[in-house]
């Protein structure tokens, strides 16, 4: 390891927030208290002040990450190295209606816990798109950040589509955090391209791996379920399982072990390299293990090489040998395969409340979202009789809030979304559709709506015929209805 020089990369996130562009996560307390014992707050605040007087500055944490929250409290006010501190948290509020107020007391507890006036960045998660709450949440974020209690706007594990439908309704995002690593390459492609052009950078965690991704691993035997330590190395053999197997992955850790001898870093520090210099890549997220590993050393490694392209180039013939992880960024929360650490979602929630409410009208059961319109127009959102659901012309509007201005192709994923959990209140899937009709209002809209069309139907394939029409309201570009019926099991 060469001598330590205290110099870390910069990276302006917004124009009055300069972060690390290595992170530290302080997600592994979570882990390290859950057995029940909980961290000292003032003892383990101390041990965060090495990270600073190293360059480390910023620091990233979640609501759910233990007493992160506190103990990072505690080192903002009661040591000197805190006042140079930056903190990321996130708010991941179980899935269902919110309020206001409800948003507001979230926000307070993190300003409370963090022991600070302005949380820098705040990050937010949602656990199912296709209940229309999750954009409620962010509009009231969006108006505590013009408030002054939020610096900065982002979202954890969010995809391309949805990341895609805030933006285009006003909400200000500046960052999406998401896994992103030489294992999971979902966060390259149609996110990363999203990203660049619309000023929000990528925040990636799991770039490691859970500690795979290290000599500790190579050449060893696929570990059994038991030997399997935390929640990190249960979750990332899910990703390592699923992009191809062990075999696979020790082969790309032969390559990094070589590349590390070539350049005297070690295989994680080559791991994260790579990862820095992906397209809108603002910063790496490195988690610790406070108190216990600290990998300064290694972590400010990061900024004193540089990878040839020929390194590059073999790390990314090895990359390009496994197997895609399914589906886009933050998948792995909301469809199978449910890469977590349980394998599902039994340690995040209990259940998933129902959107909309089924009123029974003699044979028939039907639904409303609870936009203006339909009480104006008289009709329901979607009608069941028998095995047949109808569901009405939908359009990009979520109660009083037009979504997706100005962009027909966010209009008409979040169109999708509303037909989807109309779908589900009533019992089916949207697989089970078997026709749509799709209106666009000029030619300049039809073919970024029947892509995004194409890419949530791609395997359902029902039957369709997509108009021109002159929509009622010119801030809607789309308007679908759809027909299902509902197969028996």
């Not at 302005?118 to 990050?123: A, E, S």
């Not at 001898?261 to 910063?283: D, M, N, P, W, Y």
């Amino acid at each position: 390891m060469p001598k330590r020089i205290n110099f870390v990369e910069k990276f302006n996130l917004t124009k009055n927030l300069k972060i690390s562009r290595a992170v530290t996560g302080l997600w592994q307390i979570a882990d390290m208290e859950k057995s029940g014992n909980t961290l000292d707050p003032i003892a383990t605040a101390k041990l965060m002040t090495p990270y600073v007087d190293a360059g480390l500055t910023t620091f990233d944490m979640a609501d759910h990450y233990g007493s992160a929250e506190i103990i990072a409290g505690h080192f903002k006010q009661s040591e000197t190295a805190g006042s140079k501190a930056i903190f990321f948290t996130k708010w991941v509020p179980k899935p269902g209606q919110v309020t206001r107020e409800q948003v507001r007391a979230a926000v307070q507890e993190r300003l409370s816990r963090l022991q600070i006036e302005k949380v820098d960045l705040l990050q937010y998660h949602a656990w199912s798109f296709s209940n229309p709450y999750w954009l409620d949440a962010l509009v009231y974020l969006q108006e505590l950040k013009e408030e002054g209690l939020i610096g900065a706007l982002g979202t954890t594990n969010f995809d391309t589509s949805h990341l895609r439908i805030a933006k285009t309704t006003g909400i200000e995002i500046v960052s999406n955090q998401i896994s992103y690593s030489l294992i999971d390459r979902r966060g390259s492609g149609k996110m990363a391209e999203y990203c660049a052009e619309n000023s929000i950078t990528i925040l990636a965690y799991g770039t490691l791996c859970g500690g795979f991704i290290s000599e500790k691993w190579l050449g060893k035997s696929e570990p059994t379920t038991s030997q399997l330590t935390n929640w990190s190395l249960m979750k990332y053999k899910r990703f390592i399982d699923t992009a191809g197997g062990w075999a696979k992955f020790q082969d790309l850790l032969k390559e990094l072990d070589q590349i590390s001898k070539e350049t005297k870093r070690s295989i994680s520090t080559i791991a994260s390299k790579f990862q820095l210099a992906q397209k809108a890549v603002g910063a790496v997220i490195i988690g610790a293990r406070i108190g216990e590993n600290t990998h300064i050393d290694d972590t400010l490694s990061l900024f004193t090489f540089e990878l040839s392209k020929s390194q590059i180039n073999r790390i990314q013939s090895k990359i390009d040998l496994f197997d895609p992880i399914p589906g886009d960024c933050g998948d792995e929360y909301r469809k199978p395969p449910y890469l977590t650490a349980s394998g599902d979602l039994s340690h995040h929630l209990e259940s998933f409340p129902p959107v909309y409410q089924v009123v029974q009208k003699n044979n028939r059961q039907q639904i409303d979202s609870g936009t203006p319109w339909e009480s104006l127009a008289g009709y329901s959102r979607a009608v069941k009789i028998g095995n047949k659901i109808m569901v009405s012309g939908t359009t990009a509007t979520h109660q009083n809030l037009v979504v997706g201005r100005n962009d027909p192709i966010a209009q008409t994923q979040f169109i999708i979304d509303k037909i989807e959990t109309s779908l589900e209140s009533l019992g089916a899937k949207l697989s089970d559709v078997v026709r749509t009709r799709v209106f666009v209002r000029d030619s300049k809209g039809w073919e970024g709506a029947l892509l995004a069309h194409g890419e949530r139907f791609a395997e359902i394939r029902p039957a369709n015929t997509t108009f021109f029409a002159n929509l009622i309201g010119e801030e809607y570009l789309v308007e679908i209805e759809a027909e299902a019926l509902v197969q028996d099991e």
